[in-house]
T-cell receptor, first 115, second 113 residues
């Protein structure tokens, strides 16, 4: 199993540009989570999906952020327009819904720098 | 959601056991304790979880007190590669589809040669 795959690994963009981050969860996992990590705020949950349906997007900072999961094997997180304060490492994670106590598997993250 | 308290940093000598404490005094009966770690520049990695019994796997052991208000993660023979930030998390109750993990600041463990 290749694990959770995120792309790109690094992204540098100018303020105002649109940024799209991509995630492929582990096959068979039906829950997917997008996190953001900064030195100041640590790991923050942005949104999570269950069976491709967004369940809780209360962590999405503002309307500039949007996430989609068109099918069980792909999700995107889009920022439009991007701002310097969006600079962070964005992680995607997945796991199986069934049962308590199932650990999440995280991807390697996308390091976003907005200049 | 129950919150956790961990020391911000710890040191351990290579080859010795690393014992990482976590306080979760407001944990409720159906909440699990999870441990993850994050090595620099990598995504968090699941280590172990438990409800009330002690647990052991190939990575670590988890000791949960009888009242469940605290726990200890034990790395029996720490190596330099165990240097990481260790997160103790109490999972929010599984009401419907609410399955978020609430992350704190963790313990930065430095394993020294």
């Amino acid at each position: 199993d290749a694990g959770v795959i995120q792309s790109p690994r690094h992204e540098v963009t100018e303020m105002g540009q649109e940024v799209t981050l991509r995630c492929k969860p582990i096959s068979g996992h039906n829950s997917l989570f997008w996190y953001r990590q900064t030195m100041m705020r640590g790991l923050e949950l942005l949104i999570y999906f269950n069976n491709n349906v967004p369940i809780d997007d209360s962590g999405m900072p503002e309307d500039r952020f949007s996430a989609k999961m068109p099918n069980a094997s792909f999700s995107t997180l889009k920022i439009q327009p991007s701002e310097p304060r969006d600079s962070a490492v964005y992680f995607c994670a997945s796991n199986q819904q069934m049962g308590q106590g199932v650990g999440y598997t995280f991807g390697s993250g996308t390091r976003l720098t907005v200049v | 959601d129950a919150k956790t308290t961990q020391p911000p940093s710890m040191d351990c000598a290579e080859g010795r056991a690393a014992n990482l404490p976590c306080n979760h005094s407001t944990i409720s009966g159906n909440e699990y304790v999870y441990w993850y770690r994050q090595i620099h520049s990598q995504g968090p990695q699941y280590i172990i979880h438990g409800l009330k019994n002690n647990e052991t796997n190939e990575m670590a052991s988890l000791i949960i007190t009888e009242d469940r208000k605290s726990s200890t993660l034990i790395l029996p023979h720490a190596t330099l590669r165990d240097t990481a930030v260790y997160y103790c998390i109490v999972r929010s109750s599984n009401a419907g589809n609410n399955r978020k993990l609430i992350w704190g600041l963790g313990t930065s463990l430095a394993v020294n040669p």
